[in-house]
């Protein structure tokens, strides 16, 4: 059975750096072709795809967000995990850690509960 | 970055109704075209990917078609369950980008 899961803080302050982690079982994370992404949602808008991890821990970033992500994973631990810096209150989100099974086709297969992020003072 | 632009942005419709929902892509994407359903929430579901396979485990009464730049998905006959809404996705090029969502409400 997949299942991903995302913990972190609920709360961060602005300029600060949120670190989260995704915890995955039912896969493994060196499995070739399949990797993690990073997706959010601000409350009561769309979703916004921020960051991949390849199986072969290549990484792939948003286009408007690049300068502020960092992914990394460790295989031994099936955790991901997402930073990104220089918080502001626009960045408060749901975010969601997603499964992709094949990279030749990004397909978010199975998706974490998600975790909601509040950037707050 | 291609766009991905779907309309309506919400509908009405009642219990057996037929709807369709259309989403365009900014440039073609051939069938790398996903739809997945999202409940107040809650994370969202895979229901259809490469434009018309359907997920595993999702009804039947879901169909997606369309190839290019221009798709659908259709629901045949709406169930309770079935009002939520709805994104498509293009699985094309990265950065993967979504449609802004349908909001399918009860009539």
């Given at each position: 059975?997949?299942?991903?899961?995302?913990s972190?803080?609920?709360?961060?302050?602005?300029?600060?750096?949120?670190?989260?982690?995704?915890?995955?079982?039912?896969?493994?994370?060196?499995?070739?072709r399949?990797?993690?992404?990073?997706?959010?949602?601000?409350?009561?808008?769309a979703?916004?795809?921020?960051?991949?991890?390849?199986?072969?821990?290549?990484?792939?970033?948003?286009?408007?967000?690049?300068?502020?992500?960092?992914?990394?994973?460790?295989?031994?631990?099936?955790?991901?995990?997402?930073t990104?810096?220089d918080?502001?209150?626009?960045?408060?989100?749901?975010?969601?850690?997603?499964?992709?099974?094949?990279?030749?086709?990004?397909?978010?297969?199975?998706?974490?509960?998600?975790?909601?992020?509040?950037?707050?003072? | 970055?291609?766009?991905?632009?779907?309309?309506?942005?919400?509908?009405?419709?009642s219990?057996g109704?037929?709807?369709?929902?259309?989403?365009r892509?900014?440039?073609?994407?051939?069938?790398?075209?996903?739809?997945y359903?999202?409940?107040?929430?809650?994370?969202?579901k895979?229901?259809?990917?490469?434009?018309s396979?359907?997920?595993?485990?999702?009804?039947?009464?879901?169909?997606?078609?369309?190839?290019?730049?221009d798709?659908?998905?259709?629901?045949?006959?709406?169930?309770?369950?079935?009002?939520?809404?709805?994104?498509?996705?293009?699985?094309?090029?990265?950065?993967?980008?979504?449609g802004?969502?349908?909001?399918?409400?009860?009539?």
């Amino acid at each position: 059975q997949v299942t991903l899961k995302e913990s972190g803080p609920v709360l961060v302050k602005p300029t600060e750096t949120l670190t989260l982690t995704c915890t995955v079982s039912g896969f493994s994370l060196s499995n070739a072709r399949m990797g993690v992404s990073w997706i959010r949602q601000p409350p009561g808008k769309a979703l916004e795809w921020l960051a991949h991890i390849f199986s072969n821990d290549e990484k792939s970033y948003s286009t408007s967000l690049k300068s502020r992500l960092t992914i990394s994973k460790d295989t031994s631990k099936s955790q991901v995990v997402l930073t990104m810096t220089d918080m502001d209150p626009v960045d408060t989100a749901t975010y969601y850690c997603t499964r992709v099974p094949d990279t030749t086709s990004w397909t978010f297969d199975y998706w974490g509960q998600g975790t909601l992020v509040t950037v707050s003072s | 970055d291609i766009q991905m632009t779907q309309s309506p942005s919400s509908l009405s419709a009642s219990v057996g109704d037929r709807v369709t929902i259309t989403c365009r892509a900014s440039r073609s994407i051939r069938s790398y075209l996903n739809w997945y359903q999202q409940k107040p929430g809650k994370a969202p579901k895979l229901l259809i990917y490469a434009a018309s396979s359907l997920q595993s485990g999702v009804p039947s009464r879901f169909t997606g078609s369309g190839s290019g730049t221009d798709f659908t998905l259709t629901i045949s006959s709406l169930q309770p369950e079935d009002f939520a809404t709805y994104y498509c996705q293009q699985s094309y090029s990265t950065p993967s980008t979504f449609g802004q969502g349908t909001r399918l409400e009860i009539k």
